[in-house]
């Protein structure tokens, strides 16, 4: 998913730093790389999801100007193709497999939810610092 900001003047270098914290406080290691100029790259390994013995990778995207940015959520997991072939594998005594997918796939859907939120009330945070609010 894809979100954008317009005029609201926030400083791209901390928001990309309070999204590593967001994941260091989660316990998901994260690797920050600048990207291109304006361009900010995080990411994270998720091992081991809560409960769920899953494993997989978030990359998080913050490109553009302090005034005109977006950010990306990228997600990928190793057995998310799984889902594509449930059928066929619950009929080979891949139920498991298929069981543990969907929970996977919940919690990544939780995770980004997280996040979402995360991300919404940083830029808030961040334009009002920088305005003097």
Do not use: C
């Not at 590593?20 to 990411?43: A, H, Q, V």
């Amino acid at each position: 998913m894809i979100d954008r900001w317009v005029g609201r003047d926030v400083d791209l270098d901390l928001l990309s730093q309070r999204f590593e914290l967001f994941f260091d406080e989660k316990k998901f290691p994260s690797k920050p790389e600048k990207g291109r100029k304006n361009e900010y790259l995080i990411t994270v390994i998720l091992k081991h999801m809560r409960e769920v013995n899953a494993t997989g990778n978030v990359k998080v995207v913050v490109r553009g100007e302090p005034n005109d940015f977006e950010v990306e959520f990228v997600a990928s997991f190793g057995s998310r193709n799984l889902a594509k072939l449930s059928g066929l594998a619950a009929l080979f005594g891949g139920g498991m497999l298929v069981l543990k997918d969907l929970k996977s796939s919940e919690e990544l859907e939780k995770l980004e939810n997280e996040f979402w939120l995360f991300a919404d009330k940083q830029v808030d945070s961040l334009e009002k610092k920088k305005n003097g609010k």
